[in-house]
């Protein structure tokens, strides 16, 4: 993986709900936090670590961590636990293999996964990558380090539901395990920014000029691309062509391949601007 030119981190966080509704939440800053050792034991006895977890918190939401080390990801248990009884974390490793093996075994709500393990740089996204098929209902939220643009970016592609700067904002770690685990996401203006930019430069929006394609659609697929352009969803279509959703999306695809579209706004402006042909 290549690196990207690192940024400043965002001052302003944003929380987004499923249907992208942005509301303004706590101010983070760049400036480092301070967290105190205040653990006993070794910081290379798994099974210490886990008997003194198990001590620490009973919470509802259930987390395991995956950090470089294991007396960070201790650190980060403690700093979870203090004060509150909804979260708990159930495991915890420092490797990509020993991550996935812990993931699969716990099924947790919550993956918190560092971007570097400590079986090498960038290991934290293959454990991430691993979680559709071992815990299908598991939310990754990736600690990342910098605000880099490339390592934000894959983290999205990776399925991450949320992008965690620990160092500058470790007392709001609780609300953004909170956030993801009702359904939402955690991103900061930048991340935004980043994930948008990435976006627009994969499939760039075409706008393809009306001709005669139309005259290669049967006429159900033609009654779709109308139903299309009036802004109906695959739900509405279905009941109005008396279908189902599936022999929708069957018609749009055959509908896309013939008129030489790649989705439904192409689909859309495309017969907007066949209509305005035949009315000029």
């Not at 050792?37 to 919470?59: A, F, N, V």
């Not at 960038?122 to 990736?142: D, E, F, H, W």
């Not at 999205?156 to 904002?169: D, K, L, Q, S, V």
């Not at 980043?194 to 394609?213: E, H, I, M, S, Y």
Request: proline content about 4%; overall charge neutral; glycine content about 8%.
């Amino acid at each position: 993986m290549r690196f990207g030119r690192m940024g400043l981190c965002p001052d302003l966080l944003v929380i987004i709900d499923i249907n992208l509704n942005l509301t303004e939440s706590t101010n983070s800053t760049c400036s480092p936090s301070t967290v105190s050792p205040i653990l006993t034991g070794t910081s290379e006895g798994g099974s210490d670590i886990m008997s003194q977890l198990s001590e620490l918190s009973s919470g509802s939401v259930s987390v395991v961590i995956a950090d470089a080390d294991l007396m960070s990801a201790h650190l980060l248990a403690v700093e979870l636990a203090r004060g509150r009884q909804d979260i708990s974390v159930v495991g915890v490793s420092n490797d990509s293999v020993e991550a996935i093996r812990e993931l699969e075994k716990r099924q947790p709500d919550i993956a918190l996964i560092n971007t570097h393990l400590r079986d090498g740089q960038m290991t934290g996204y293959r454990v991430l990558q691993s979680l559709p098929v071992n815990c299908p209902k598991t939310a990754a939220i990736m600690m990342i380090p910098v605000c880099d643009r490339e390592l934000v970016v894959d983290a999205f592609r990776g399925g991450a539901r949320g992008i965690f700067y620990r160092i500058p904002a470790l007392k709001l770690l609780s609300k953004c395990i909170r956030t993801v685990h009702g359904g939402q996401i955690w991103a900061s203006n930048q991340d935004l920014i980043f994930l948008l930019g990435f976006l627009a430069q994969l499939k760039p929006l075409r706008v393809v000029k009306a001709g005669g394609g139309m005259r290669l659609l049967t006429p159900r697929e033609a009654e779709v691309v109308h139903h299309v352009a009036e802004g109906m969803s695959t739900r509405e279509l279905s009941q109005k062509v008396g279908v189902t959703e599936h022999t929708i999306r069957n018609y749009l695809s055959n509908i896309y391949d013939k008129l030489g579209v790649s989705s439904r706004v192409e689909l859309a402006l495309y017969a907007t601007a066949r209509e305005d042909m035949s009315t000029s």
